[in-house]
C-alpha cells in the first residue's frame, strides 16, 4: 500500500525528517507515537502534498507508484485520506456541498459521472448512522463553529464518505472528551477492511486502547526508532518518551 | 507539486470573458455624438408625443450644465460623450407577430446567452421582455397577465399606451437633475421595461428582462420603471450579458421602483457586461442610477445584485423610507478581477417612522482590480425607532488587488439604532490545500469557498438566478482559486 524509503524532508533549510523507512501493508493499522516536534505531523503532510515542505532525499511509494510527483489533489484522486489535525472551517459551504464536489472530484479523476443526488443522498444516510452522527451535520457549513470534538467526527465521516485506500489521522483523539473518542475509534475499526490501511498519529496510548494497532513506530527526532507491536505503545505509556531520548 | 497561489490567480486573470460574440444584424443607427438633434432624433425615432420631447430636452439642457461626479474610487480616461452613438435599433423588416419571424441571427444570438424567447419559459413561468441593443424585440406573456391587470411592457410602448402613470412617474424616484448620468439619461434613453402592478395584485410570474449590448460604439441608455400599488407584489429580474468590444461602451441607466402602501418589490440583478481583457482594455462603463421608494406604510423594497462584469461599475441601488414601517434591503456580491473597478454600495434614506434597512455586502477583488464599497444610511429628524443592520465583507484573492469601505451614517434621531459591521479575509492557504486533500482542484476549491462567502446574499436570489449566480461567480475567478 504505502512504502516509505530513506525519506528526508526540510522546511525553509532546516532538515526535519531524517531518512524516514515506513511499510504500510493493505488491510494493517500502523499507529506513529512520538513527543511534540518530532515530525508527525509533517509526515503527515508530506505524504499528502502539501506545499512549503522540500523533500531532499527518498521516495514515497502508494500503491506501486511514486507520489512525490503529483498535486495534493491527485494524491486524494488516488485514495490517500488526511484527517487534519486542526480541521480548517469553510463558512457557507454545506458538507454535503462540500462532499458531492469531493466525490465527483475524485470520480471525475477516474472518468466516471457524477454521482447521481439519489445514490449520494442515501449513503450520505448510512455512513451517518454508521458513525452515529446527528441528522443535522450534514447542512452544516464545514466546521464552523463545530466543537472540538464535532471537528473530529467530521473528518471521520468524510473518511466513511471519501473510502479512501489509506486514511492518515493526524492526531484525530487530541481535544476529545471520552464519548467523541469512543466514537470516532468506532468508525475506525467499522470502516476497516482488507483492502485499505490506516495510519495513526497521536502522542497518547489512550487512543490505542480502541483502535488497535498491527503496528507501532515511535518517531523520534525525524527517525523512526522504534517499532513493534502494541505493547509497544504500552511499554512508552509506562516509562514515558525519555525512555527512548536515553535510548536513541 | 502544488503551484503557488500566486500563480494561480495570475492564471485567473488568462481566463477569457465566455460571452464574447457579436452579431451581424442591421442597425438603425443616430448620427455620433449628443445634440438637442440628437435627442430630437430619438424622440422623433420613437413617435414620441411632445411632452415626453420637452422632458428629454429639459434633461439635456441640464446635463450640459453639470460635471462627471470625481468622488468614486475609480480611475477611467475621460469619456468622450460626442464619439459616442446614441441610438441604436435593430432594423425591423415588419411588425412582428410570432417568434418565428425574429431575426434568426439575433434568436441565435439569445440562444448562445442561453435565453429562450419560446415557450419553455412559459413553462418556467417567466415572462421575458427581450432588450438588444435599444428595442424591446419581442415580449411574452402580455396576455397572461394581463388577465391580472398586470402592464409589463417596453417603455417606449409605455409612453404611447400608458401615458398617464409615464407622467405620474417617470422622474419621481429618480429626478432628471438628480446627478450627471441620470440627467444624460434622461435625455437620451433609448428603450426599457415598465411595470405596473394595480392594488392588492400579487404578480403571478417573474417578470425578468435581459439587457444586451450590441452594437459598437453604442452607449446604451435603458430606462425602467417599477411601480406596485397598494398591496400589490412583484419580483423583477433583470440579466445582463454583452459581446466581447474593443473600445469601452459607456452605459448608464435608470431604474426607478414606487411601492405605494403594503405594496413589496424584489428586484434582483445578475450583471456579466464585459469586464475587459486581463490588461485592463476595453470593457463596459457602468454608471446606474437606482433608486426605490417606499412610499405607503409597510411598504417593502428589496434590491439584490450579484455583479460580476464592467471594467467600471458605479451603481448605488438604493431606498428612500418614506412611509412609516417600510422595509429596505440591499444584498450584493461583486466581484472584481484583472483591471475591473466596482464603486457600488447601497443608499437607506429612513424618513417615516419605524423604518427598518438591511445592507449586506460582499466584495471579492482579485488580479490586480480594485474593489469599494460606499453606503450612506441616513435617518431624519422626524424618523423614530429606524433601524439599520449594514455589513459589509471583502475577500482578497492574492495580494494586487484593493478593498475599499466608505460607510457614511448621517442620524438625526437619537432613537435610531445603526448597525455596522465589517470583515476583510482572503482565501487562506488552508482552506485551499483542505479542499485539495479531499481531491478538489484549485479551481473548483475556489468556486467552493467563493460562493460559500456569497451564500447570504445568493439565497435572496430567484432560484434560476441562482444557479447562473453561481456559476458565474466562479466562470469570473476562473483560474484564481482551487
Given at each position: 500500500m504505502l512504502s516509505i524509503r530513506n525519506l528526508k524532508v526540510s522546511i525553509k533549510g532546516k532538515e526535519i525528517l531524517k531518512g524516514i523507512n515506513l511499510e504500510v501493508k493493505a488491510g494493517e493499522v500502523h499507529a506513529i507515537m512520538g513527543p511534540n516536534g518530532t515530525g508527525k505531523s509533517t509526515l503527515a503532510y508530506v505524504i499528502a502534498g502539501r506545499e512549503g515542505y522540500e523533500v531532499t532525499e527518498g521516495e514515497i511509494i502508494f500503491k506501486g507508484r511514486n507520489i512525490l510527483d503529483l498535486s495534493p489533489e491527485e494524491r486524494a484522486c488516488e485514495g490517500l485520506f488526511l484527517g487534519f489535525q486542526y480541521p480548517v472551517e469553510i463558512p457557507g459551504v454545506s458538507i454535503t456541498n462540500f462532499l458531492r464536489t469531493a466525490i465527483n472530484e475524485q470520480r471525475k479523476y477516474k472518468g466516471l459521472d457524477p454521482v447521481p443526488a439519489v445514490e449520494f443522498l442515501a449513503k450520505m444516510e448510512e455512513k451517518k448512522q454508521l458513525l452515529e452522527l446527528q441528522e443535522k451535520l450534514a447542512s452544516r457549513s464545514v466546521n464552523e463553529g463545530f466543537s472540538g470534538g464535532e471537528k473530529k467526527k467530521n473528518e471521520i465521516f468524510q473518511m466513511a464518505m471519501l473510502e479512501p485506500s489509506l486514511a492518515i489521522l493526524d492526531e484525530t483523539d487530541s481535544g476529545l472528551d471520552i464519548d467523541a473518542l469512543r466514537i470516532v475509534a468506532t468508525g475506525v475499526n467499522k470502516l476497516r477492511r482488507p483492502d485499505n490501511a490506516t495510519i495513526v498519529i497521536t502522542h497518547y496510548q489512550r487512543l490505542l486502547e480502541y483502535i488497535i494497532p498491527d503496528v507501532v513506530h515511535v518517531l523520534f527526532d525525524g527517525r523512526i526508532v522504534k517499532s513493534g507491536g502494541k505493547e509497544l505503545a504500552l511499554l512508552l505509556e509506562e516509562k514515558g518518551y525519555e525512555w527512548i531520548r536515553s535510548e536513541s | 507539486m502544488e503551484k503557488n497561489q500566486n500563480n494561480i490567480l495570475e492564471e485567473?486573470?488568462?481566463?477569457?470573458?465566455?460571452?464574447?460574440?457579436?452579431?451581424?444584424?442591421?442597425?438603425?443607427?443616430?448620427?455620433?455624438?449628443?445634440?438637442?438633434?440628437?435627442?430630437?432624433?430619438?424622440?422623433?425615432?420613437?413617435?414620441?408625443?411632445?411632452?415626453?420631447?420637452?422632458?428629454?430636452?429639459?434633461?439635456?439642457?441640464?446635463?450640459?450644465?453639470?460635471?462627471?461626479?470625481?468622488?468614486?474610487?475609480?480611475?477611467?480616461?475621460?469619456?468622450?460623450?460626442?464619439?459616442?452613438?446614441?441610438?441604436?435599433?435593430?432594423?425591423?423588416?415588419?411588425?412582428?407577430?410570432s417568434l418565428d419571424e425574429v431575426d434568426p441571427e439575433l434568436l441565435e444570438t439569445f440562444k448562445k446567452l442561453g435565453i429562450s424567447?419560446?415557450?419553455?419559459?412559459?413553462?418556467?413561468?417567466?415572462?421575458?421582455?427581450a432588450v438588444i441593443d435599444s428595442v424591446s424585440v419581442k415580449t411574452t406573456f402580455t396576455d397572461t397577465l394581463s388577465k391580472y391587470g398586470v402592464i409589463f411592457c417596453s417603455f417606449s410602448d409605455a409612453v404611447q399606451n400608458h401615458p398617464d402613470l409615464v407622467k405620474q412617474y417617470m422622474g419621481s424616484v429618480v429626478p432628471s437633475h438628480d446627478n450627471f448620468f441620470a440627467a444624460l439619461n434622461s435625455a437620451v434613453f433609448s428603450d426599457g421595461s415598465f411595470c405596473y402592478i394595480p392594488k392588492g395584485v400579487r404578480c403571478p410570474v417573474e417578470l425578468s428582462t435581459y439587457f444586451r449590448i450590441n452594437a459598437a460604439n453604442t452607449g446604451q441608455f435603458?430606462?425602467?420603471?417599477?411601480?406596485?400599488?397598494?398591496?400589490?407584489?412583484?419580483?423583477?429580474?433583470?440579466?445582463?450579458?454583452?459581446?466581447?468590444?474593443?473600445?469601452?461602451?459607456?452605459?448608464?441607466?435608470?431604474?426607478?421602483?414606487?411601492?405605494m402602501k403594503d405594496a413589496e418589490v424584489k428586484y434582483s440583478t445578475v450583471q456579466n457586461w464585459y469586464p475587459g481583457n486581463k490588461k485592463g482594455e476595453g470593457g463596459i462603463y457602468n454608471f446606474v442610477t437606482k433608486r426605490g421608494i417606499c412610499k405607503g406604510s409597510h411598504s417593502k423594497i428589496s434590491w439584490t445584485q450579484v455583479e460580476t462584469g464592467s471594467a467600471i461599475t458605479w451603481k448605488y441601488p438604493s431606498v428612500v423610507l418614506m412611509g412609516d414601517n417600510s422595509i429596505g434591503e440591499f444584498y450584493s456580491v461583486a466581484v472584481t478581477n484583472n483591471f475591473q473597478q466596482a464603486d457600488t454600495g447601497s443608499k437607506m434614506i429612513h424618513l417615516g417612522k419605524n423604518t427598518k434597512s438591511t445592507i449586506i455586502s460582499k466584495g471579492i477583488s482579485a488580479g490586480q482590480s480594485n474593489n469599494s464599497y460606499r453606503g450612506l444610511v441616513k435617518v431624519i429628524k422626524r424618523a423614530e425607532n429606524a433601524r439599520n443592520f449594514s455589513q459589509c465583507d471583502s475577500l482578497l484573492l492574492g495580494d494586487k488587488c484593493g478593498a475599499h469601505t466608505f460607510p457614511y451614517i448621517k442620524a438625526e434621531n437619537h432613537t435610531s439604532i445603526i448597525e455596522h459591521e465589517a470583515t476583510t479575509s482572503k482565501i487562506s492557504d488552508d482552506q485551499l490545500f483542505y479542499c485539495k486533500q479531499r481531491g478538489i482542484s484549485?479551481?473548483?476549491?475556489?468556486?467552493?469557498?467563493?460562493?460559500?462567502?456569497?451564500?447570504?446574499?445568493?439565497?435572496?436570489?430567484?432560484?434560476?438566478?441562482?444557479?447562473?449566480?453561481?456559476?458565474?461567480?466562479?466562470?469570473?475567478?476562473?483560474g484564481s482559486v482551487g
Open positions: - | 485567473v486573470t488568462t481566463s477569457d470573458y465566455k460571452y464574447g460574440f457579436h452579431t451581424d444584424i442591421e442597425m438603425d443607427l443616430a448620427a455620433v455624438g449628443l445634440s438637442e438633434d440628437t435627442v430630437r432624433f430619438i424622440s422623433a425615432k420613437k413617435n414620441e408625443p411632445e411632452w415626453m420631447l420637452e422632458f428629454r430636452l429639459q434633461s439635456y439642457r441640464h446635463w450640459l450644465t453639470l460635471t462627471e461626479p470625481t468622488w468614486a474610487h475609480i480611475h477611467h480616461q475621460a469619456i468622450k460623450y460626442q464619439d459616442i452613438i446614441y441610438y441604436a435599433a435593430p432594423k425591423r423588416k415588419k411588425e412582428l407577430t424567447l419560446d415557450e419553455q419559459k412559459k413553462l418556467s413561468g417567466v415572462a421575458v421582455d435603458e430606462r425602467t420603471l417599477i411601480i406596485a400599488d397598494e398591496g400589490a407584489y412583484v419580483s423583477y429580474m433583470e440579466g445582463c450579458t454583452a459581446p466581447m468590444r474593443d473600445e469601452n461602451q459607456l452605459h448608464a441607466a435608470i431604474v426607478e421602483i414606487v411601492a484549485s479551481e473548483s476549491a475556489i468556486g467552493l469557498i467563493v460562493n460559500g462567502y456569497a451564500k447570504e446574499v445568493l439565497m435572496h436570489l430567484p432560484m434560476e438566478f441562482a444557479v447562473e449566480a453561481q456559476k458565474l461567480l466562479a466562470i469570473s475567478l476562473e
